[in-house]
């Protein structure tokens, strides 16, 4: 006889893509300069960071060497993660990236948004000092559930009206579908916390189709 909770069936799940990338893990320092040098040189970009900075979305042109680094292993996390979501990845369809930097430094935070027309999403961390024991939140990315109506109950858990909280590491790369409402809570303490985000579109391949 079947279980209640083998008659249960979860649907409308969320995918969430969650790695430690150790070849980028172990260029993270340099990473961590080249942000931190076109940080000098650009002019501020106000975007959802509060109080951080953020750059242009030209990431993907920068062209220090590390940078194409972190970009081949950007791709390849788009690709597998289309093509295990995607049913029948399209042969004449390519994956379009963009992408910024962001510094948060003490107080800064980021108000809950979505990447809206965008496939996915991702977030590297190329720094992230640890949070103090007072304020365990500090820099905690926080997912929040997209369904509405959902607090029907009190005390309700997962899978209903819930956020998922990550505390990032060092070399951490997640990948999200776009229309994923996050937010990063307040981070508090010494130093920079570094961050590479990106989004992906899946467009028509202009060499496939003659354009
Ligand atoms: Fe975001």
Known sequence: METIKQQIHSVFATPILIRKVAALTAINSRLQQIVLAHETVRPHNVGSNIGG??????????????????????????????????????????????????????????????????????????????????????????????????????NMQPPFGYHMDIQPEDGMLIVFPGYLLHEVHPFVGEGVRISLSANALLMPDMDLNGG
């Open 53 to 154: 900075w953020q750059s242009d979305h030209d990431l993907m042109e920068w062209p220090e060497e590390e940078m194409q680094i972190f970009q081949q292993h950007l791709a390849q996390a788009f690709q597998e993660m289309t093509s295990a979501t995607v049913d029948g990845f399209p042969p004449d369809m390519e994956i379009i990236v963009t992408g910024w930097a962001n510094i948060a430094r003490n107080g800064s935070y980021t108000r809950a948004h979505s990447h809206d027309g965008s496939l996915w999403s991702a977030i590297y961390y190329v720094a992230v000092p640890p949070p103090s024991a007072e304020r365990p939140l500090s820099g905690a990315l926080s997912f929040v559930d997209p369904r509405s109506g959902m607090r029907t109950a009190p």
